[in-house]
């Protein structure tokens, strides 16, 4: 089976522009997070979608959305870019077997807010 | 705000050398997982532990969990210099909610 796979892999963006993510789950999974990566803060959780529905939601401010499309493909969008927001922005998709979820990362998009 | 805090948050060993890394976690939880990053890239799954399950291996790696401490701890024997990345112990709740660790960044020196 393919990958988890991300676009763009690399992305420069000014100030108060709007970005949007691609992502593209294994085949047969349903959920879809995204997570924002940075030195100073970690791993943190944005958002979940399954089956097209937000599941879980992270502490993020609403310039950060997602949507998930009806082959689990998902995009996430940044709007109104600050600085920082320069991060490894990864996908994760995730099946649930035998009572439990793993999840399969994507390779990451890496964006940067000059 | 991060469930999981690993320990430690750097290690550098040499080759042959066994690293040992902890991780803590504060609710309740449905399993635990570990996961390695090489330099800016994707995680990758290495092991899942289940919240009954005491002690796990797979390959070099063995993970134990204590529910009772709530902490779990990766040792990774024999070390390469290909096992140098960060590890991630990430917590699952039985609805699927992930939360993930700082992180343990291990430098393996030839």
């Known amino acids: 089976k393919a990958g988890v796979t991300q676009t763009p892999r690399y992305l420069i963006k000014t100030r108060g522009q709007q970005v949007t993510l691609s992502c593209s789950p294994i085949s047969g999974h349903r959920s879809v997070s995204w997570y924002q990566q940075t030195p100073g803060q970690g791993l943190q959780f944005l958002f979940e979608y399954f089956s097209e529905t937000q599941r879980n939601k992270g502490n993020f401010p609403g310039r950060f959305s997602g949507r998930q499309f009806s082959n689990s493909r998902s995009e996430m969008n940044v709007s109104t870019l600050e600085l920082g927001d320069s991060a490894l922005y990864l996908c994760a998709s995730s099946l649930k077997q035998a009572g439990s979820y793993e999840q399969y990362f994507g390779p990451g998009t890496r964006l940067t807010v000059t | 705000s991060q469930q999981g805090e690993e320990d430690p948050q750097a290690l550098s060993i040499q080759e042959g050398e066994n690293a040992t890394m902890n991780c803590s976690y504060k609710t309740s939880i449905n399993n635990l997982q570990w996961y390695r990053q090489n330099s800016g890239r994707g995680l990758v799954h290495l092991i899942l532990?289940?919240?009954?399950?005491r002690e796990k291996h797979s390959g070099r790696l063995r993970v134990t969990l204590d529910t009772s401490k709530k902490s779990s701890s990766l040792l990774i024997t024999a070390s390469r210099a290909a096992d140098t990345a960060s590890y991630f112990c990430?917590?699952?709740?039985?609805?699927?909610?992930?939360?993930f660790g700082a992180g343990t960044q291990v430098v393996v020196t030839p």
């Open positions: 990430a917590t699952t709740d039985s609805w699927g909610k992930f939360q």
């Open positions: 532990i289940r919240s009954n399950e």
